[in-house]
């Protein structure tokens, strides 16, 4: 039966023997052994190697699109990126070998779209085109038709590749082929191939039916031998025009999958690795290799034995891949990943970009707040990615974290919402910042030095915190007539907006009508109005204003967020992970942490987990009052929380194990920890969870 504990690390390592089967394709090891033999292993056995990795991306990517848990843009991007390296790495071979197609349209399309790029690549456009099929089906019809709809693309496709005998002598349905392979050289592609397994992975991911895993491996067998004998069938018959695809294949593919996705085992990041990269290079080493032999006069030896030239090959495929994995993914992500970190998600952040875009009223921007480290995300991170979606006007605290921006080369407009020391006012004009008028009196000082200071003006409409009190109009007038500080804006700051009870509505509404009279007030002078702005995060969802320039959007932008009146489907962008370091096993009557608040009631395991108050922990989810997640379980924290570790309940959690992933804000499979929990349960506003983050703990922005 399927744990919840399971983190499908046998997918891992079978995806990694999937990699090794296909170089098995592509040479043909037990050639000089026996032909018969070695088309059984690569013509019929390994053909399950390709239908495995669809699945495996139709699994664990696919069915978070399907669910709405991730967009199908993501994974594109992901995938054709992917695609853009191997086309790269195997220019050069189709330069030399004179494999680029001519000046026909329809040849190009078949060799980037269809065929791939080299033999091995047309894995890649298979499975973006599958997955735009697979989704498109999904969003029209039930996962079952689904499914049903995918079979019978593989059945067209069938008659195409192993089962195209049975049609070539007919004149009519051969021609209807014959005008599909002048797109595309074989049916197992993207078309009729990859949905099938795409899907089969999703299905298996969202059914909730579970099977006994005795009789998945028994039908897995019984299924594989079946195919065996169809594949041997078809193959004496001489039937195919390709041995990819196989009426058998569908059922051995349904039960080794629901086989290995059953068993409990971590998951092997590296072998997911390598196994990628040994699929992408492998072509590419045999090439090599062949050189390398006729060079050093070794033809013979290794190029002329089949089983030495794989055993060559994928040795050094290995070497290869294994080290490429290390240097680009596995050192890289493990050093910010060793200890505690936080993850950005990109794509949370585009999401919730548009969401509050689609709130806002006509003609009001977007003005992200990046202060306190953008709410501790990352400013320059958080900032380069809001550039790449087109905004252009910010604001911060401090002169120094609009420094910080500029310096990271932030273009458009960056208004600082704090007080600036009048002796770095040179700074301002040197970085292009716009200044908050604070009062009356710092407006005079920045007008007397001359220097022709972008400004916003803050009206104080009822927080009384910073600004010119609304009723001043002879001094808001004067600061506007000014003339070495150039006004671009005039705003006020709503202290209610998030209040829910009618007393803070009332005052919202009071401060709203403060600020509109004013600006009448000031029109009625015959001063044009600047850029105005009123509303941060609750300000836009809790209430409707209209004539706005910008709404000033900080803790939304994060999706941190609790119910407001408008219904914004916004989602979290930050995660904060960490791992555990060390196992205990404390005995009945021992104690654990300072002060010794923990005392164990019985025999229990206890896993230490490396992060703590100095990271941001709040000492406040001690001694239970704090969860996390472990291998998709919620576990409670115990004892005190220490400066730089915690302790955590694991007695109820077999198999963890040094470095396995804790997860304290962010979501697993069936579990979700979100910073407004954390806020609650240590009587705090979300703001303040996210900036005690503190900087030693790595941020790393999630594609």
Known sequence: MQNGNNQYGA????????????????????????????????????????????????????????????KLSSLLKKYAFYYLIA????????????????????????????????????????????????????????????????VLLFVIGLFGDSYYGYIANQNFISSIYDIGFNLFTYTRNGLFFAPLFLMLGAYSKLRNRESAQQHNLLFFIVFLCCMIIEGIYLESQQLTRHNSMYILLLPTMFFL?????????????????????????????????????????????????????????????????????????????????????????????????????????????????????????????IAKCLQKMNIRTFCVATIDEGIELRKAFIQGDILILGYT???????????????????????????????????????????????????KMVEIIDVINMKSIQLQGIFTHLCCADEKSEEGKVYTELQINRFNHCMELIKNEGIELPKLHVQSSYGLLN???????????????????????KEIDLEPVLSLKSRVVAIKRLKKGEGAGYGQLFKANQDMDIAIVSIGYADGLSRQLSCGRGKVILHDKMVSIIGRICMDQCMIDVSMIPNVQVMDEVILIGKSENHEITVMDIARETDTIPNETLVQLKGRLPRILID
């Open 543 to 565: 209430y409707e204003l209209s004539q706005m320039s910008y709404a000033r959007i900080g803790i939304a932008l994060y999706g941190a967020v609790d119910k407001t009146k």
């Open 257 to 381: 999958f629901e086989y290995l996705k059953n068993i409990n085992m971590n998951q092997h990041q590296f072998l997911r690795g390598m196994s990628t990269w040994i699929y992408i290079l492998h072509p590419m080493v045999l090439i090599g290799v062949r050189g390398f032999a006729k060079v050093t006069r070794l033809t013979d030896h290794i190029v002329e034995n089949n089983l030495n030239l794989f055993l060559v090959c994928t040795g050094v495929t290995l070497i290869i891949s294994s080290c490429i994995t290390y240097f680009t993914n596995y050192k890289s992500k493990n050093n910010n990943q060793s200890r505690s970190w936080i993850e950005i998600s990109k794509e949370s952040l585009e999401h919730n970009v548009k969401e509050l875009i689609l709130s806002l009223p006509k003609g009001c921007e977007l003005m992200p707040v990046l202060k306190a480290d953008a709410y501790g995300h990352d400013a320059v991170m």
């Open 87 to 150: 086309i790269l790495i195997y220019l050069p071979i189709n330069i030399y070998a004179h494999q680029l197609p001519g000046i026909n349209f329809l040849e190009w399309i078949r060799f980037i779209f269809m065929d791939g790029t080299f033999y091995h690549l047309w894995y890649f456009p298979a499975l973006i085109i599958g997955l735009v099929i697979t989704y498109w089906i999904s969003t029209k019809t039930s996962i079952k038709m689904s499914l049903a709809i995918s």
């Open 421 to 471: 020391a009048i002796d770095r006012v040179d700074e301002l004009k040197k970085y292009r910042l716009t200044q908050t008028i604070v009062d009356y009196m710092y407006a005079k000082q920045l007008n007397a030095l001359r220097k022709k200071i972008k400004i916003h003006l803050a009206i104080d409409t009822g927080m009384h915190r910073l600004g010119i009190p609304s009723d």
């Open 11 to 70: 997918l891992d390592v079978f995806k990694f023997i999937a990699a090794i089967l296909v170089i098995t394709v592509h040479i043909g090891p037990l050639l000089q052994l026996s032909s018969q033999l070695d088309f059984v292993l690569t013509g019929i056995i390994a053909r399950i190697a390709v239908p495995f990795f669809f699945m495996t991306t139709g699994f664990f990517a696919l069915a978070p699109v399907i669910k709405g848990e991730k």
